[in-house]
């Protein structure tokens, strides 16, 4: 029987609720589904205070000593975390009221800037498509600056990066789904380009599952333009949307 465990990205943030499986296990792409990075979950014993770590294999966490009770609180163990708070704390504190929501991303991460062309990651390719293929097939939406095929480990798939030179072309982009050399692709920001993630991310929690993607994704469009809707599978009464920028 499934159960509800308490869950924050770090100690002093609010918690969400994540339902473990019915064997009483929890899933690691359940948890990356809100905490992308994370690795396993920690918590803080009740007899000594100190930090117990959760077991992780094959990316399944096992209750600790049996039982999800061992804490009223489990918080995440994120390996690059380290790295990013160093940054926060060396950048600037500029006022509030005087910047803009996207110049204090920029401030904090300063390879993030909403308002130039990202390299765009393309997955899922064929690994016999070229370089001049994709620019072929994107060129029909806007100006191509830079298109880069790569190798992936698995043979049967391939990637590639690609730049525009129009950000509103791609935004359009972002917002399609495109089929490159009969294989259906994703193409999105990879997460090292996109900045404080957090702050245009938010947590949608709905009952009504026959919803789909399409109609979130109109919904929330009315608010900014939206890079990505993810719903897992199966579903589980919640969706994540992520807003091209966080104004």
Avoid at 114 to 135: F, H, N, R, V
Wanted: glycine fraction near 4%.
């Amino acid at each position: 029987m499934s159960e509800w465990i308490a869950v924050c990205g770090e100690e002093g943030d609010n918690p969400i609720e994540v339902e473990t499986e019915d064997d009483g296990t929890l899933l690691l792409e359940t948890l990356t589904a809100h905490f992308p990075g994370t690795t396993t979950l920690k918590y803080r014993s009740k007899d000594t205070n100190s930090f117990r770590s959760v077991k992780c294999a094959s990316g399944i966490l096992k209750a600790p000593s049996g039982s999800w009770d061992q804490a009223p609180l489990y918080i995440c163990v994120n390996p690059t975390k380290p790295e990013v708070e160093s940054r926060k704390r060396a950048a600037p504190e500029p006022a509030a009221a005087e910047v803009a929501p996207h110049k204090r991303i920029q401030n904090l991460y300063p390879e993030y800037d909403p308002t130039k062309c990202s390299d765009l990651i393309i997955l899922g390719l064929k690994p016999t498509t070229s370089a001049a293929e994709i620019q072929d097939f994107f060129e029909k939406f806007g100006d191509v600056e830079m298109v880069q095929t790569k190798n992936s480990k698995d043979k049967n798939v391939a990637f590639a990066f690609i730049r525009f030179k129009d950000k509103m072309v791609e935004r359009k982009v972002l917002r399609e789904k495109h089929t490159i050399d009969d294989r259906e692709c994703t193409i999105r920001i990879p997460d090292s380009q996109q900045g404080d993630k957090s702050l245009r991310k938010i947590y949608v929690s709905y009952h009504n599952q026959s919803l789909k993607e399409k109609e979130i994704l109109e919904h929330f469009e009315k608010f900014g333009d939206v890079v990505e809707v993810f719903i897992p599978n199966p579903w589980r009464h919640f969706c994540f949307v992520t807003f091209h920028d966080g104004r």
